[in-house]
């Protein structure tokens, strides 16, 4: 099994920076994909950045050019460097992973990130 324990979250202020942490842990050698997700108050789970096999990323349309998505295979971790953050980043964050082909199964608890105006 793989677990998921995300850190680095809290409040900043609009224009400010944040970077998450992803601690893996477990049967790494399943992982094929990793990716941040996020949550908005009475709003759908939403992709926000992947980090895939292979090494390419991709990002949601609304985080392009501000958020950095990066995987340090040494220290089993991702990471999810955000600037310029705007009050409509604020949301649940949650670190995925995925083992087999198709829908990431494997969550972490989620981090608050709350960008004040």
């Known amino acids: 099994q793989v677990q998921l324990v995300e850190s680095g979250g809290g409040l900043v202020q609009a224009g400010g920076s944040l970077r998450l942490s992803c601690s893996v842990s477990?049967?790494?050698?399943?992982?094929?994909?990793m990716a941040w997700y996020r949550q908005a108050p009475e709003k759908q789970r939403e992709l926000v950045a992947a980090?895939?096999?292979?090494?390419?990323?991709n990002y949601a349309d609304s985080v392009k050019g501000r958020f950095t998505i990066s995987r340090d295979y040494a220290r089993n971790t991702l990471y999810l460097q955000m600037d310029s953050l705007k009050p409509e980043d604020t949301a649940v964050y949650y670190c995925?992973?995925?083992?087999?082909?198709?829908?990431?199964?494997?969550w972490g608890q989620g981090t608050q990130v709350t960008v004040s105006s």
């Open positions: 995925a992973a995925r083992t087999r082909l198709g829908v990431y199964n494997v």
């Open positions: 477990g049967t790494i050698f399943r992982i094929i994909d």
């Open positions: 980090s895939l096999r292979g090494g390419s990323t």
